[in-house]
């Protein structure tokens, strides 16, 4: 049973530039949220699709947006890259509905932004 | 605004030696708290969902339980293996978006 699967693994960029972070869920999974966990913090909710639309979203600027395709695979895009945006991005899947349960995390991308 | 507080922030035991992890919570409304498991550079590893008042699980040396403001991270007997950091989140009835925790980093002695 694949679990989730997030690329790439690691990242490094320059301040304004753009990324790309993908997640695909764990089997049978059609619900997926990004996280944005910075070091000795507790992750905090992006934004989740459901749907392939954005069923709801925390406390991110526009910067930050996503995509859901058909197959439950989600892409994380973050323009204009700041020295903040530095964290390990986590992607999370669940069994989605009108109440999603147990989240499960993929290994995370770590991003560096110099 | 939901919260979470978790204590302690890093704990330091003996292998073997017993003790238990807190997460206290306000939520308007628990749809759910997860209990998972953090190593470093890791995404986390999801250990338990407890959803109501009295409800405990368990899952090798680990039992949570949860009353209507705390939940308890219990372990029994721990191994170094079990060294971690330890997270837990609520998420509320009426949103999608669940609240964590700083974490309590565990480290267990051989």
């Known amino acids: 049973d694949a679990g989730v699967t997030q690329s790439p693994t690691h990242l490094i960029k320059t301040r304004g530039q753009q990324v790309t972070l993908r997640c695909s869920p764990k089997?049978?999974?059609?619900?997926v949220s990004w996280y944005q966990q910075a070091l000795g913090q507790g992750p905090q909710f992006i934004f989740q699709?459901?749907?392939?639309?954005?069923?709801q979203r925390g406390n991110f600027p526009d910067r930050f947006s996503g995509h859901q395709f058909p197959n439950y695979s989600s892409e994380l895009n973050v323009n204009a890259l700041l020295l903040g945006d530095s964290a390990l991005y986590l992607c999370?899947?669940?069994?989605?509905?009108?109440?999603?349960?147990?989240?499960?995390f993929g290994p995370g991308t770590r991003l560096l932004v110099l | 605004e939901d919260q979470v507080t978790q204590s302690p922030e890093a704990l330091r035991l003996q292998e073997g030696e017993s003790s238990s992890l807190n997460c206290s919570y306000t939520?308007?409304?628990?749809?759910?708290l997860f209990w998972y498991r953090q190593d470093p550079g890791k995404g986390p590893e999801f250990l338990f969902t407890?959803?109501?008042a009295g409800e405990e699980k368990e899952k090798e040396r680990l039992k949570a339980t949860l009353t209507k403001k705390e939940s308890f991270l219990h372990i029994t007997a721990p191994k170094p293996e079990d060294s971690a950091t330890y997270l837990c989140?609520?998420?509320?009835?009426?949103?999608?978006?669940?609240?964590f925790g700083r974490g309590t980093s565990l480290i267990v002695h051989p």
């Open positions: 999370a899947s669940s069994l989605g509905g009108p109440n999603p349960e147990t989240q499960y």
């Open positions: 089997s049978g999974h059609d619900t």
């Open positions: 699709y459901y749907e392939e639309e954005e069923r």
């Open positions: 939520v308007s409304g628990l749809r759910g």
């Open positions: 407890l959803y109501s």
């Open positions: 989140a609520v998420r509320p009835l009426r949103s999608y978006i669940p609240t």
